[in-house]
């Protein structure tokens, strides 16, 4: 009995002494702390946990080769769940318990906006995937960049993908979500434009059958409809389209309409035909060899592409602005991704021209990571595929 | 007028088949007299239960007797562990506690399944069409089971001993138990009954679309307005409260658009309670 008293006591003093021990000397030791908050669970299930691994290689191989500014780097990850509530929980933790001076690879653009507030008025600098134009437009003071393109360049690239299948008169069936109404317009603005025309309906994402918004739809008599949801709604509505007889062209984001959806829906002539649109990852660059090592993927996705290409880009601004806080990032990230100096595709290669004195030029994985002033990206190519037989064929790259 | 007749087509269908768990939501309620939301849960687990059972290779009755049997057990164990002790403190307290037993669930069935959606691996066939009405051959053989169950179910309680204890238990508890009823068996009897239906009714929504641990607290709030709507403690209540919410939803579609289906529960409720507080039906058993 005794023996065990002394042994908790003395526990208890080590510990003591830990927390006493001057905080400017644990400082030294303390890691430099960033977090991914990527979807594990829910609609973007399928890209979160691959983009959180990637993210944490990267800051593995940072620390192999010495940290940055001298410290190791930490990496929290956290899960957004593809729910707002769930990311306002999950940012909260990360921001005021972990300290992080960085947020990466949040998905869904309702999970963005919810979160972004958080970002800015804790000077905690905050990189997406999501595509709304309204995120950018948030009043994000410089701490917000994203690498996906907006939804006026995505949506007009795929209205004119639309016109050169010789789809003229497109309807567009989204669900309530921060690009749903932008969307619209952009799909009904490149339709009209064509001569066509434009119908529309916003759905509710939590329903079990959509036969009733199908009927609305087919009235409208389409050539194509733009199936603007994600998986576990547009699993459901092609089905209901199928059942429905529709015969017309069906597009979707890539990110909905993947393997996952082709596999649950289990029967390949329902989802015949449907093309696909992405914004596409580097093709051929060094970066993504990289990305596919570290992901074990043969052909990552591009938010994988980005969240590699994100922490990368957050550990080499920290190392040009010799200082970790979500403001310096803010401050020096377009001195690191634009502007001319020796191009560089990952941070342990950047860290040392950095060190050395050299300026760099980030591009990635995803694509070049130039920047406007709102925090969007300038360019970005696209890829079109079309399912045929149960699997994703290519039809372009443009 | 075509597109009225579809919508109130696809209302039918669409409640017939949240008639299932509405009955058992309301029927617990009858008996153990608080609102059990674990049927979130407990939808989600039958759901996965009669998927498990189908790919299994038995027959879509045979998947539903499976999603009954387990639905109702683990039902049934919440109620006694969780929910019954509590309901001395009120019904709040139990509400409280089944709203908890349910997120359990649902992350139970996330950890054994993953959150990936699957999908019972039916044939999807292309609709029949009379004139301009289009319906599907499977929805229609869902919607007739479901309607099977419902007279199985009203048949049990008009019938059987143990349908007539649940009815007098509900009806007034003490004078049932001076009849001999044992109140501790009809509670037993209706937990299990009760979350057997609203396992079957998560499979048979399932059926047409897709699951995932999310499946039941996508319905919850249907089931509920239902419930609510028809009159809490009425089978015949929440039958046609189920018809009236499913009917009313698809209206919705056409009148304000698809994205505000979820407001029509909630403002069914409020109608309900602010003008009508026992509902359509009132609170008779049967």
């Known amino acids: ?345 990952n941070a342990v290669d950047g860290l040392k021209a950095i060190t050395a004195g050299e300026k760099v030029d980030y591009a990635g994985a995803s694509g070049p990571c130039d920047f406007d002033d709102k925090g969007d990206i300038l360019d970005c190519k696209f890829r079109y595929e079309q399912i045929k037989a149960g699997k994703a064929t290519l039809v372009k790259v443009a | 007028m075509t597109i009225l007749l579809q919508a109130l087509l696809n209302g039918l269908v669409s409640g017939a088949l949240l008639a299932v768990p509405a009955i058992g939501f309301t029927a617990m309620f009858a008996v153990l007299r608080f609102p059990n939301f674990s049927v979130s849960g407990i939808a989600t687990l039958g759901a996965f239960a009669g998927y498990v059972a189908y790919a299994a290779g038995l027959q879509i009755v045979g998947s539903l007797a499976v999603a009954f049997a387990i639905a109702g057990a683990v039902g049934l164990f919440l109620d006694r562990t969780a929910h019954m002790p509590l309901v001395k403190q009120g019904a709040l307290p139990a509400a409280i506690a089944s709203i908890a037993s349910g997120l359990v669930l649902e992350n139970v069935v996330r950890l054994l399944f993953g959150n990936e959606l699957r999908g019972y691996d039916r044939p999807i066939a292309r609709d029949l069409r009379i004139g301009d009405i289009r319906f599907s051959p499977q929805q229609l053989e869902t919607m007739a089971i479901a309607l099977a169950i419902m007279l199985a179910v009203f048949a049990a309680l008009a019938f059987t001993r143990i349908g007539k204890s649940m009815r007098a238990s509900a009806d007034n508890p003490e004078l049932a138990a001076l009849k001999g009823i044992r109140p501790q068996r009809v509670a037993m009897m209706a937990s299990f009954v009760g979350m057997g239906l609203v396992g079957m009714g998560g499979m048979l929504l399932g059926l047409d679309s897709s699951i995932d641990p999310l499946t039941g607290t996508r319905i919850l709030l249907s089931i509920f307005a239902a419930a609510v709507l028809g009159g809490l403690g009425s089978a015949p209540g929440a039958v046609l409260g189920a018809f009236l919410i499913g009917i009313a939803e698809e209206a919705a579609v056409l009148a304000v658009g698809s994205a505000y289906r979820a407001a029509v529960g909630f403002f069914a409720i409020l109608i309900v309670l602010s003008l009508r507080p026992r509902g359509l039906l009132g609170e008779r058993a049967f």
Not at chain 1, 36 to 41: G, K, S, Y
Not at chain 1, 47 to 64: D, R
Not at chain 1, 171 to 180: C, S
């Open chain 1, 1 to 345: 009995m005794n023996r065990l008293a002394i042994g908790r006591r003395a526990a208890l003093l080590s510990g003591v002494a830990a927390v006493a021990s001057p905080s400017v000397l644990r400082a030294q030791a303390d890691p430099i702390k960033i977090a991914t908050l990527t979807p594990l669970t829910g609609a973007g299930g399928p890209y979160g946990p691959v983009m959180a691994k990637v993210a944490a290689a990267v800051v593995e191989e940072v620390n192999a080769a010495g940290g940055v500014l001298g410290r190791k780097v930490q990496l929290v990850s956290e899960d957004d769940q593809t729910n707002p509530d769930a990311g306002v929980r999950a940012a909260r933790k990360l921001i005021d318990v972990d300290k992080v001076s960085a947020i990466m690879g949040t998905w869904a653009s309702a999970v963005t906006a919810a979160v972004a507030p958080l970002c800015w008025e804790s000077k905690t600098f905050l990189c997406t995937v999501s595509g709304a134009d309204s995120i950018t437009l948030l009043p994000h003071q410089g701490y917000l960049v994203r690498t996906q393109p907006n939804t006026l360049l995505q949506v007009t690239r795929a209205g004119e993908f639309l016109l050169s299948l010789g789809a003229k008169k497109t309807y567009t069936l989204v669900p309530q979500t921060p690009f749903a109404q932008r969307s619209i317009e952009i799909l009904a603005e490149v339709s009209k434009k064509a001569g066509g025309g434009h119908g529309s309906q916003i759905y509710d994402d939590k329903k079990t059958t959509y036969r009733t918004e199908i009927d609305q739809a087919l009235r409208f008599g389409p050539d194509a409809i733009f199936c603007a949801g994600y998986t576990p709604d547009t699993i459901v509505l092609l089905k209901d389209l199928y059942r429905a007889g529709y015969k017309g062209k069906i597009l979707g984001q890539a990110y909905a309409v993947n393997q996952k959806l082709v596999d649950q829906i289990g029967q390949n002539e329902v989802v015949e035909g449907v093309y696909t649109f992405a914004p596409s990852v580097a093709e051929g660059s060094t970066a993504l060899e990289r990305v596919k090592k570290m992901s074990g993927l043969a052909s990552p996705d591009p938010y994988t592409s980005q969240v590699y290409d994100h922490t990368n880009m957050v550990l080499l601004a920290m190392a040009v602005a010799k200082a970790t806080t979500g403001t310096a990032i803010k401050d020096n990230i377009r001195k690191i991704t634009q502007g001319g100096g020796k191009p560089v595709d």
